[in-house]
């Protein structure tokens, strides 16, 4: 099992290689997902997701698209977007496990990614996002 740590973690490399890892077999934890980044100019950023969000809220709620605004379910999607669209696909989602912060049963045991951090101002981090987006953190520790 890899337990990878996303503080500061550019989300498009963290995914693929989250994706490249589940493909190989391999369990994944991911932890501190809302301090993942994704670069690029903020306001642009979030007008692409909120178009995203708005096109999912027109759906039909029961069938879909669904698109999620929590932190944890973001970086999720994101991955799940790289992955086979098989039932091979699904199975490799399984071994998938993304937090908000450390559980208690795997401080210590995350591996921080070796990126690249964008200039400051460059990025927007997947809680500020969220949190535009309407998601409120209802129970912090």
């Known amino acids: 099992m890899k337990v990878i740590d996303a503080d500061m973690a550019i989300l498009g490399r963290l995914a693929s290689e989250v994706a490249r890892e589940l ?3 391999e369990r994944v ?3 501190n997902a809302e301090k993942a980044i994704i670069s690029g100019n903020p306001d642009d950023i979030y007008e692409k997701y909120k178009q995203r969000v708005d096109r999912a809220d027109l759906a039909n709620p029961r069938k879909g ?3 999620p605004r929590r932190p944890d379910m973001l970086v999720k999607r994101t991955i799940k977007g790289m992955l086979p669209k ?3 696909g699904k199975q490799m989602l399984r071994n998938l496990k993304v937090y908000m912060m450390v559980p208690k049963e795997y401080e ?3 591996e921080k990614m070796d990126i690249n951090i964008p200039k ?3 990025y927007i981090t997947i809680e ?3 949190t535009r987006l309407g998601w409120t953190p209802h129970n912090r520790r």
């Open 23 to 25: 493909m190989k077999g």
């Open 29 to 31: 934890v991911i932890v």
């Open 65 to 67: 698209p669904k698109f």
């Open 86 to 88: 098989t039932s091979r």
């Open 108 to 110: 210590g045991k995350s």
């Open 120 to 122: 400051k101002g460059d």
């Open 128 to 130: 500020e996002l969220s």
